[in-house]
C-alpha cells in the first residue's frame, strides 16, 4: 500500500503568513494528489486535486505543487479561517485511498 | 444542492454489530460510486471501504476486511455499511463521500460517530 507522510505534523504561524506543508509518497503517484482542509467538528474539505488544480470556490492564496513523490500545499498570507488540519490524499490505487497524517496549523 | 446525511451511529460493546447509513439526495445517486472514511477521535483520515455505482463491486481496507459490509440501495439513494465483530479500534466518525472524480472527494456527509466502549 502507498504511504503518505506529511511534515511537519504541526506548526505555528501568523495571520498574513507564508506556510508550505509536505507530502511523500512511498512509491511514484504521478499528480494524483489532492488536499483536503478540516476545521473541529467538521467533515474535511477539498481544496486541491491533481497535485496542483485549485478546487472551484477555494481561494487563490492556495496553491499545490509536486510530481511522483513530494508534493507541497502552499498559503500565501494566511487568514483567520485558515487554521486547521490540513490532510494530502493519493488516488493513484483508486478505488483505495490513503491519507497523510496531516498538518495541524495552529495560531502562533 | 448535493446533500449526504448519515445515521445509525451509536455506542456498542466490542463484538457488537452496528448498521451505517447515508441518505444522499441533490444527484443520481445511482450515477457515482461511493466511499466510507472514518476518523478515530484525535486522529486522521482513514479510507475504509468503496462500492461502485451499481454495487458491483466492492473493495475494502485490511483492517476491515471480512467485518464490514458495503452495500447500496439505489431505488432509495441510500448508501450502507454494516459492521460486525466492532472493536475499540473501530471507534471513530464514519463519513459517506461521492465518488465523482475516481477518487477525488468533493461532497461528505457530516459524519456519525461510532463508539465501541464495554
Known amino acids: 500500500a502507498i504511504q503518505l507522510t506529511q511534515s511537519p505534523s504541526s506548526l505555528s504561524a501568523s495571520v498574513g503568513d507564508r506556510v508550505t506543508i509536505t507530502c511523500r509518497t512511498s512509491?511514484?503517484?504521478?499528480?494524483?494528489l489532492a488536499w483536503y482542509q478540516q476545521k473541529p467538528g467538521k467533515a474535511p474539505n477539498l481544496l486541491i486535486y491533481d497535485a496542483s488544480t485549485l478546487e472551484s470556490g477555494v481561494p487563490s492564496r492556495f496553491s499545490g505543487s509536486g510530481f511522483g513523490t513530494e508534493f507541497t500545499l502552499t498559503i500565501s498570507g494566511l487568514q483567520p479561517g485558515d487554521f486547521a488540519t490540513y490532510y494530502c490524499q493519493q488516488f493513484t490505487s483508486y478505488p483505495l485511498l490513503t491519507f497523510g497524517g496531516g498538518t495541524k496549523v495552529e495560531i502562533k | 444542492q448535493v446533500q449526504l446525511v448519515e445515521s445509525g451511529g451509536g455506542v456498542v460493546q466490542p463484538g457488537g454489530s452496528l448498521r451505517l447509513s447515508c441518505a444522499a439526495s441533490g444527484f443520481t445517486f445511482s450515477s457515482y460510486g461511493m466511499h466510507w472514511v472514518r476518523q478515530a477521535p484525535g486522529k486522521g483520515l482513514e479510507w475504509v471501504t468503496f462500492?461502485?455505482?451499481?454495487?458491483?463491486?466492492?473493495w475494502y481496507a485490511d483492517s476491515v476486511k471480512g467485518r464490514f459490509t458495503i452495500s447500496r440501495d439505489n431505488s432509495k439513494d441510500t448508501l450502507h455499511l454494516q459492521m460486525n465483530s466492532l472493536t475499540v479500534e473501530d471507534t471513530a466518525v464514519y463519513y459517506c463521500?461521492?465518488?465523482?472524480?475516481?477518487?477525488?472527494?468533493?461532497?461528505w456527509g457530516q459524519g456519525t460517530l461510532v463508539s465501541v466502549s464495554s
Open positions: 512509491q511514484g503517484i504521478s499528480t494524483s
Open positions: 462500492i461502485w455505482r451499481d454495487g458491483s463491486k466492492k
Open positions: 463521500a461521492i465518488d465523482f472524480r475516481l477518487g477525488i472527494l468533493t461532497y
